[in-house]
């Protein structure tokens, strides 16, 4: 019954998460005349969305980043890699990739460990509101159908994040949330402290995040 009901919290989870992301509104087509060929709509269609994606792409900001986050339970860390492209002031594309080690330690209590998925994916977007203080987003987290949301505080140095996934290795659903503080003025290095595997085995985690704005 317990995995039943984080199954179902799971997916509860997830498409309230979708709802709410892609209410800030995907990009409309625009409507056909009638009298249009199903051949031209088609091909026009694709025409508009590789001009409006290339022209999006060229007004695109793209910042990098890195973080890393140590399990002090699972004694093991996790470090991630990504790129965010914010095609507008409210709307961004995450991509990333992450590395786990498990070889110093077995936290999950698997019993063959040749097959763990050392490695993980992101491909994510979100979308802003309230003046860009809450960002919702939805996609792979993890290399996990996932959700998350991150609020930024008044002094626009602290950020709250929860986010989401199903999980490969612990419970079917993966909880996390953190802190995340600003440490220097000019600079996005932030330190990072929150808790992870909240619906399994519970367990602190501490780290950095490096992000660094690419010039168009």
């Known amino acids: ?15 309230l998460c979708f709802c709410l992301v892609y209410a800030g509104g995907l990009p409309k087509k625009s409507s056909q005349p009638q009298k249009e060929t199903q051949v031209k709509q088609v091909s026009g269609g694709v025409m508009t969305g590789v001009l409006t ?13 890195a973080e890393s986050v140590w399990s002090l339970r699972n004694k093991m860390p996790r470090t991630k890699v990504y790129a965010r492209i914010e095609t507008s002031e ?3 594309y995450l991509i990333g990739i992450s590395k786990i080690d498990l070889k110093a330690s077995n936290p999950y ?7 763990v998925q050392y ?6 977007i979100a979308s802003k509101y309230f003046n860009n203080s809450l960002t919702l987003r939805g996609g792979i987290i993890n290399s996990g159908v996932g959700l998350g949301m991150d609020y930024m505080l008044a002094d626009e140095k602290t950020s709250i994040t929860v986010e989401g996934h199903s999980a490969v290795y612990s419970s079917p659903f993966f909880l996390r949330t953190n802190l995340s503080y600003k440490i220097w ?21 501490a780290g950095i995040k490096i992000e660094y704005g690419l010039a168009r």
């Open 1 to 15: 019954m317990k995995s039943l009901f984080r199954v179902g919290l799971g997916l509860v989870l997830a498409g």
């Open 185 to 205: 003025e000019d600079k996005d290095y932030y330190i990072i402290a929150g808790a992870e595997d909240m619906l399994d085995k519970l367990s602190l985690i």
């Open 53 to 65: 994606a290339a022209t999006t792409m060229k007004e695109a900001t793209t910042c990098i980043g």
């Open 90 to 92: 409210d709307r961004y």
């Open 119 to 124: 490695l993980e994916y992101d491909a994510q």
């Open 109 to 115: 209590e698997r019993k063959d460990r040749r097959n």
